[in-house]
């Protein structure tokens, strides 16, 4: 009964600090309370020059208690939009643009019109970003266009063409593409279906002039309820909105930035991996090669949808993927490289 007694107290004094570092303020948002809530198990600690949290373990995890308490997780969306606020932009121009060229290129893959609403608000937040020219490349993988009229006047299409079947998509094959149609000197990764703060791509063009070759900010990915999607594709912000799941050490997982001169000297992104999972962790081990920056201070948040069929077969790969990830990791990093800028070559 004292064991289970002193669990029973050792759970709520858990659950009530984490409650007030959700609702702390502190004033550098570069290291913020709500940065230091992780499981009661978690290895972390402080990033490089006090910036950040680092998490000292492989694979991401949900923080446990936000998956139990509801609306303890609104009240870190809020804190954390506090700290770095989302802007939603209508307008059908991108005033951060620039004729010349750009310093950020952001490059999203896509396929079908099942998610067009989430791409469509990503890019809303995207059109509010400060402090940084850059461009938008949407990579249409698909047997037919299918987004035209459907994307902002200042975002690039690019369209590559590949099987209806959903189960060939290859998300590494449309970043590879899209990085050899951008133009700027830093690279972001991005999924079509995560809202970024207004200074999400300033924070990473700004590390990456310190020194860093590759950029995680990521500290906790929000995964919104459906609720609170359905509010944002209808044009709306994310105030009041709810979590499902907070989520941490994604890592190179939905988005990334990289240096475009650290991307060619990796060979990008291994086009081997058809279907899905798996290449964001290849990728993401191969970065370790070059000058990395992985404390996470800022949150992104993700819109609801309905989970892939057949993505979680084995630890959220597919069977294909799978397997193929074990193959490839049975390889040094510099053995893949090597692979890699050769089957590459000025594509990466």
């Not at 310093?103 to 999203?108: A, E, F, L, T």
């Not at 094959?173 to 133009?183: D, I, M, P, Q, T």
Request: net charge neutral.
């Amino acid at each position: 009964m004292t064991a289970v007694f002193a669990r029973y107290v050792g759970l709520v004094y858990y659950a009530v600090q984490l409650i007030v570092r959700s609702m702390r303020f502190t004033k550098d948002r570069r290291s913020p309370a709500w940065a230091w809530i992780s499981n009661r198990l978690d290895d972390i600690g402080p990033g490089p020059f006090g910036v950040g949290v680092a998490c000292n373990w492989e694979g991401s995890r949900p923080i446990w208690f936000y998956d139990q308490c509801r609306v303890a997780s609104g009240l870190l969306v809020e804190r954390m939009l506090k700290d770095w606020p989302v802007e939603m932009s209508l307008a059908d121009r991108c005033s951060s643009l620039s004729g010349d060229r750009p310093q950020v290129s952001v490059i999203i893959p896509h396929r079908g019109l099942d998610r067009i609403a989430h791409l469509q608000a990503v890019l809303r937040s995207l059109a509010s970003q400060r402090g940084v020219s850059f461009e938008v490349l949407v990579v249409e993988q698909d047997s037919q266009h299918r987004l035209d009229g459907m994307l902002p006047s200042w975002v690039y299409h690019v369209f590559d063409a590949s099987p209806a079947d959903e189960d060939r998509f290859n998300r590494a094959k449309a970043l590879n593409l899209g990085a050899a149609h951008s133009r700027g000197e830093v690279l972001i990764l991005h999924d079509g279906d995560m809202v970024v703060p207004v200074d999400y791509l300033s924070e990473i063009r700004g590390l990456c002039q310190k020194g860093y070759d590759v950029v995680n900010t990521k500290r906790f990915i929000a995964y919104m309820d459906q609720r609170s999607s359905a509010s944002v594709f209808r044009g709306n912000g994310l105030s009041g909105a709810m979590a499902e799941q907070i989520v941490s050490n994604l890592r190179g997982g939905g988005s990334v930035g990289i240096t475009r001169s650290g991307f060619q000297s990796i060979g990008g992104l291994d086009s081997g991996f058809v279907g899905w999972g798996g290449e964001d962790e290849e990728f993401w081990d191969r970065c370790r090669l070059l000058e990395v920056f992985d404390a996470g201070y800022m949150p992104l948040f993700h819109l609801w949808h309905r989970g892939q069929p057949g993505k979680n077969a084995v630890g959220g790969k597919g069977l294909h993927t799978a397997d193929y990830f074990s193959s490839c990791m049975k390889h040094s990093r510099e053995e893949r490289v090597a692979r890699l800028r050769l089957q590459n070559g000025s594509s990466a």
